[in-house]
Structure formats: structure tokens, C-alpha cells
């Protein structure tokens, strides 16, 4: 499947996990691509090679999607790297672990403002460029199950994430007479490093499992491939929808 081939795209938060792996789905089908991060480093530049030796392109802007100048800047940027900008995945995220009562004002703002505000900004300046040449466009917002389904001690998180339902729900509506589509992407437990204190701990990685019906995490790959249908021409009549990839996770119920 070549279902990409002479579109761009521009994936925040892509030096690992999630978004390495959309990164890499995309251009496997022949998309150009815009990574991300707040730095370039060895991973960032590893992912440069492979995608150049698959016979694309990739370049990677810095910017940190937390501080809305960045973001609305990175998506600017993007916009000229390869003549055009299709496709936009909000990928960067980040989750911080307290009980409610201990939160800080600076760690709920980071929360936010990563997870809803630069996403918000980020998406309204892709909109105007879109409008502007009067082209169509595509986002995916790396939501989670969270949007649906608690998370005890990651208040701001599941705020955060319940925020990305309710916009992506409301641009749906507002951006479709513009020929511009938006979905959520639900991931359940992934195996990526943002998990890395639950993937070193078997107690607790085997509590998660028990109430996964599908008895693994899940891969990188795994969400990749429904952002690689969302942002694709296949999904052409999908908008303001989230498809959960998850294993079964947010609807489970224990049979007795
Ligand atoms: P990860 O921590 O492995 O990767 C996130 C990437 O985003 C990192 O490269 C990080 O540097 C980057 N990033 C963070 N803040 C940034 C900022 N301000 N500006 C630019 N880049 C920034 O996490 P992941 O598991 O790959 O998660 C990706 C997305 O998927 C997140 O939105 C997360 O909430 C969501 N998600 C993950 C899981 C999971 O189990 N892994 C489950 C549900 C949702």
C-alpha cells in the first residue's frame, strides 16, 4: 500500500514511541515527513536515515508544542519544508502521576498545556494555512482511553485527553464544510517509554494485563496503523470520531 505518496506530514513528539512508529508507517507508504521534538538527537537522526533509505524524506523541526508560540510556529515551518502540509498528527503528550491533592499548578499546566493547549493552537494555525490556499486537510490527535475511562492520580492527564475529545468533536462539525477531517487515536497500555516504570514492574504490569481482554500491551505499530487509515484517503467519510486501539481495555467486563 503506496497510500501516501506526494502527501506531507507533520508528526509532533516523534523521536520515540507512538510517533517514531507513525512516522515510519507513513513513510513506508511514501509520505514525506515532518518530525518533531524538543531537541534533535541520535534517535531523531536515526529515524532521518530510515526514512531516506525507505526512498523518502524526512526533515525535523525543534520546537516545544507546550509554549504556543512553538507550535504554531513548528507548524508554519513545516508548511514550507516540502513545498505543502497535508496531514497533521498530534502526537506529543505527556502524563505526570500524583494524588489530586498534590498536584502542582506548574505540573498541571505542563499536562495542558502539551496535551490540549499546544495540540489547540497547533491545529488552528494548520486550519488558517489550509484556508488560506484552499486545500483540504487531515489531523489525528494521539488521544487516549483516557478521554473515556479513568486514570486515579492522573486527574490533569484525563483532563487533558477528555479536552481533546470535546475539540475534536466540536472542530469535526466546524472544519468539515472546509474539507478538513479530524479523528482521535485512543491507545490503550502501549509498550513505549512513557510506560517505563510499569514495564520494569511485573506486579503491577500483570494487574494491567489482567484487565486487558487481549492479554498483551500493546506495539507502536499497533496505533500507527489506524493513524495510517485515519489520515489516509480510505477513511475519506471518518470525522470527529476516536478509534480506540486498546485491546479491548476501555469496554471490558469480567464475566463472573
Ligand atoms: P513517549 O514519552 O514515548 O513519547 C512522547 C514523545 O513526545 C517524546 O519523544 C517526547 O520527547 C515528545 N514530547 C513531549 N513533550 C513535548 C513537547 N512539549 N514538545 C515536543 N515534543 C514533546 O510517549 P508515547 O507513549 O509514545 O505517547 C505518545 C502519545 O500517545 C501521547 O500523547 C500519549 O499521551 C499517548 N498515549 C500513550 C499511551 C501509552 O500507553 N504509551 C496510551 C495512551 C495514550
Redesign the pocket.
Same mark, same amino acid.
Given at each position: 500500500m503506496k497510500r501516501y505518496v506526494n502527501k506531507t506530514v507533520l508528526v509532533?513528539?516523534?523521536?520515540?514511541?507512538?510517533?517514531?512508529?507513525c512516522a515510519l508507517r507513513m513513510a513506508s507508504e511514501g509520505a514525506k515527513v515532518i518530525l518533531?521534538?524538543?531537541k534533535l538527537d541520535e534517535?531523531g537522526e536515526a529515524l532521518i536515515r530510515a526514512i531516506t533509505e525507505m526512498g523518502s524524506k524526512a526533515e525535523f523541526i525543534t520546537?516545544?508544542?507546550?509554549?504556543t508560540a %512553538?507550535a504554531v510556529r513548528l507548524v508554519n515551518e513545516a508548511t514550507g519544508v516540502f513545498g505543502a502540509l497535508d496531514i497533521l498528527v &498530534?502526537?506529543? $503528550?505527556? %502524563?505526570k502521576k500524583h494524588d489530586f491533592w498534590d498536584v502542582t499548578e506548574e505540573e498541571y499546566d505542563l499536562v495542558m498545556?502539551? &496535551?490540549l493547549k $499546544?495540540v489547540f493552537f497547533g491545529i488552528q494555525a494548520f486550519v488558517k494555512y489550509c484556508m488560506a490556499g484552499k486545500k483540504p486537510g487531515v489531523i489525528v490527535n494521539?488521544?487516549?482511553?483516557?478521554e473515556e475511562i479513568i486514570f486515579p492520580h492522573f486527574a490533569a492527564?484525563c483532563a487533558s485527553?477528555g479536552g481533546l475529545k470535546m475539540l475534536t468533536r466540536n472542530l469535526a462539525t466546524e472544519l468539515a464544510p472546509y474539507q478538513i477531517r479530524i479523528n482521535n487515536v485512543?491507545?490503550?497500555?502501549?509498550?513505549?517509554?512513557?510506560?517505563k516504570s510499569l514495564l520494569e514492574n511485573k506486579e503491577l504490569l500483570n494487574s494491567v494485563l489482567e484487565n486487558i481482554p487481549m492479554k498483551r500491551?500493546?506495539k507502536?505499530e499497533d496505533?500507527a496503523a489506524i493513524v495510517a487509515f485515519l489520515a489516509s484517503d480510505e477513511a475519506a467519510y471518518v470525522t470527529g470520531s476516536t478509534y480506540f486501539v486498546d485491546g479491548g481495555l476501555t469496554w471490558h467486563y469480567e464475566e463472573q
Open positions: 509532533t513528539g516523534s523521536s520515540q514511541g507512538i510517533g517514531a512508529a518533531n521534538g524538543r534517535r520546537a516545544d508544542i507546550s509554549i %512553538e &498530534n502526537n506529543a $503528550g505527556v %502524563e498545556d502539551t &496535551n $499546544g494521539m488521544s487516549s482511553v483516557h492527564y485527553k485512543a491507545p490503550g497500555a502501549i509498550s513505549t517509554p512513557i510506560n500491551l500493546g507502536p496505533v
